[in-house]
């Protein structure tokens, strides 16, 4: 039997290649699919054709293919779906030139990519599977510029911490309007997303206070965006789960900062009495600054924990006090002040809280600066990474119940699928929903307020009993079938599912708006797969 040689394989292979060309010029996209054809080297059939043809490109950063692990690991630790390539930006003009590429390549490439920012995602969202995952904490984009005048605003980098634009607007006296709980995340994944905390029943979510975004889209292009300027982009990136561009700078909307914060605790053993509380105080014109809530299960010595960092107001009684066993509600607001207004806030705290029917002996305050207040997470942060118990799997669950069906969801979640104890904290508390831009990306309950409630669970690595990531799981998702059965208003916040059509039951009437923006801006479904909302060439349905 004769054996080739290797120059009639290297003839054979670009014979075959040259059919290729032919046979793609055939079909749609032709153009991308013979880009894609033209970069194959002769010798394509010894090299991996997608990181060939990443190597291909001329960047201002740089491509690693190697020890790329981090990129495929979250905060929630449960997913790890290794990338090809992490892409380490020097410039937009990176991430643009490499989505554009894959782009170019159409349907040939398997490529997809997806921005990570402090990889904080809890299902793998930020994560592409044998794909490009754009490391946005890399990019170093403009330095933070802030603008003092009469309506004042910061313009950062996406890949910006949260925390680092406090420390900078606070020298100038300002501080952006709306947080989240933890400061040590990025702009582009908040925006991504929504930013919501204590602060969203008065100014919304972080995605209601943005004047303007700098985006690059799944065909790789540069486009600012703002309500004004290529309006359909700026409120199809806002809140859209990374599916229509890649946020890269944004302009964020900036108030006068105060110095200090009044920060209370107070304990509800009535479900009805706390959420009417909640809602008197978010609907009231003379209001605090936050408002959040929080469910205590069957915690020992609770006041006694709170004694570290809050003052009781009664003592004795405060002393007394027995939580053991017990289901309690605790209302959790904050007074902004500067230090010259201490007595005139003190009084309007002291009014605000007459007529409230909390449990007298739990009224706990203490007196915090700004920044110690908004980065309060941080420090149980650093308390539980020196017992190891940071990097842990964390499967929360976050939803938005709208608020006719609150008191269903607190009888049977807290009084039945979760009666004996909790893995982590379980915050509650409403919002107004006039606070929110229907135009973007972000779904809501379809009432004019809704709770959000966030089990935020720690599961223990190898247990196999009520605190392990299975037992966990298991609750997490007869929380989500009851809600599916019996409570058809409720959302998913940070949601995660696997099929389209539960993404499309999701969405709701907002399906249409989806798909045609998705069309309009990534139509290769290039980015963000991490979602599992669209798959690379499959159609969108």
């Known amino acids: 039997m004769r054996v080739p040689t290797s120059g009639f394989i290297k003839k054979s292979i670009i014979v075959l290649k040259l059919y290729i060309i032919l046979y793609i ?59 090809l390539a992490v892409l380490h930006p020097s410039s937009v003009s990176d991430i643009s030139r490499t989505i554009n590429h894959i782009f170019r390549m159409g349907y040939v490439s398997e490529l997809t990519v997806a921005a990570r920012g402090h990889g904080h995602s809890i299902q793998g969202q930020a994560q592409a599977y044998n794909g490009v995952v754009i490391s946005m904490e890399s990019f170093q984009g403009p330095e933070m510029k802030i603008n003092a005048g009469d ?25 952006p309007k709306s947080w989240t709980d933890y400061l040590h995340l990025t702009v582009g994944g908040t925006l991504s997303n929504a930013g919501i905390s204590g602060q969203a029943f008065r100014h919304g979510p972080q995605i209601s206070n943005v004047y ?48 200090m914060v009044k920060w209370i605790r107070m304990l509800y053993s009535d479900f009805s009495k706390f959420t009417r509380d909640q809602e008197y105080l978010i609907s009231s014109m003379d209001q605090f600054d936050y408002i959040e809530g929080f469910v205590v299960i069957n915690r020992t010595g609770l006041l006694n924990n709170w004694r570290s960092s809050f003052n009781p107001k009664e003592p004795l009684q405060a002393s007394k006090f027995n939580s053991d066993g017990k289901i309690f509600y605790c209302l959790e607001i904050a007074k902004y002040f500067n230090l010259d207004e201490i007595d005139f806030m003190n009084k309007k705290v002291e009014r605000l809280l007459t ?24 420090v149980s942060e650093n308390k539980l990474r020196a017992k190891g118990l940071w990097e842990i799997p964390h499967p929360w669950l976050n939803l938005l119940i709208p608020r006719s069906q609150i008191h269903d969801f607190a009888q049977e979640v807290f009084g039945k699928i979760l009666k004996d104890t909790s893995n982590g904290p379980i915050i509650i508390y409403p919002v107004n929903k006039s606070k929110w831009n229907n135009k973007t990306s972000f779904v809501t309950p379809d009432e004019d307020i809704f709770y959000l409630v966030a089990f935020l669970s720690s599961a223990v690595p190898s247990s196999i009993g009520t605190d392990g990531l299975e037992h966990i799981l298991e609750q997490n998702q007869r929380i989500l079938d009851y809600c599916i059965e019996y409570l058809p208003g409720v959302k998913q916040y940070l949601p995660h599912y696997n099929s389209q059509e539960e993404w499309r039951s999701h969405f709701g009437p907002k399906w249409q708006t989806i798909l045609q923006r998705k069309s309009m801006y990534d139509p290769l479904a290039i980015l963000a797969p991490g979602q599992r909302i669209f798959q690379k060439g499959i159609p969108f349905l």
Do not use: M
């Open 25 to 83: 010029s055939c079909i749609p996209d032709s153009r991308n699919h013979l880009y894609a054809a033209s970069i194959i080297p002769p010798h394509f059939g010894s090299s991996d054709i997608s990181t060939y043809a990443l190597q291909t490109l001329e960047l201002d950063g740089y491509l690693s293919f190697e020890n790329n692990h981090q990129a495929a690991t979250d905060f929630g630790k449960r997913y790890h779906l290794l990338p």
């Open 151 to 175: 309506l004042p605003y910061v313009d950062v980098s996406a890949g910006e911490l949260w925390i680092n634009i406090l420390h900078e607007t606070l020298k100038l006296g300002l501080a």
């Open 355 to 378: 007529g409230l029917s909390y449990i007298p002996s739990t009224l706990f305050t203490s007196e915090v600066t700004y920044v110690d207040f908004l980065d309060r997470v941080h």
């Open 212 to 259: 303007q975004l700098e985006v690059v889209t799944g065909k790789g292009e540069v486009v600012a965006c703002s309500e004004n300027q290529n309006a359909e982009l700026f409120h199809a990136v806002l809140g859209g789960l990374g599916q229509f561009g890649i946020i890269t700078s944004a302009r964020i909307s900036l108030e006068k900062a105060p110095k």
